[in-house]
């Protein structure tokens, strides 16, 4: 952990401690290599721009609101009540993290995800179109979802990630 004092070394090993646990719980879709790819993936895009301020009073709030505000079933839900805001829109934070979020979903470690993502939920990966289940299929879930991710990327690096992730969805 460079430029980290010991005391940071030790919070920072903590933190990484309380995430694993916590993603033990959850399926191989959404498991500890799941955040640790969020993270890095946010941290390189926040990085690339200059004027994101990382630094500023007030920042543990902005984490809680971006975490809150991440998903896209949440971002559905506030437009459709009429409450994304003009924060949502100007956010460059909160972008970056959706993006990352997005870009885990498409490519071939998105493809792989949904597979364990149905595995470990007993969903079928194909089902006839005439079959009941066909909603909860793996298949249904990229027409439904995969393959409009690359649409709803925010920021320019993200949409450039997701153009070349997305050819691996629409094969």
Request: proline share 4%.
């Amino acid at each position: 952990m460079a430029n980290y004092t010991p005391n940071e070394q030790a919070v920072v090993a903590a933190a990484e401690k309380i995430m694993r646990d916590t993603m033990a719980r959850y399926d191989p879709s959404h498991d500890a290599y799941h955040a640790s790819v969020h993270h890095q993936c946010s941290l390189t895009l926040i990085f690339i721009h200059p004027q994101v301020d990382l630094v500023t009073d007030g920042r543990a709030r902005t984490v809680t609101r971006i975490v809150d505000n991440v998903s896209w079933s949440t971002e559905k839900k506030l437009r459709a009540a009429g409450q994304w805001t003009e924060w949502h829109d100007q956010c460059l934070e909160l972008h970056c993290v959706q993006d990352a979020d997005r870009l885990d979903a498409i490519g071939a470690f998105g493809v792989l995800r949904c597979a364990a993502f149905n595995a470990s939920t007993n969903h079928p990966l194909y089902t006839p179109a005439d079959d009941p289940n066909l909603e909860s299929s793996a298949i249904q879930h990229f027409h439904d979802k995969l393959v409009h991710i690359k649409d709803r990327l925010k920021t320019a690096p993200g949409q450039a990630m997701g153009e070349r992730r997305h050819q691996v969805v629409s094969l």
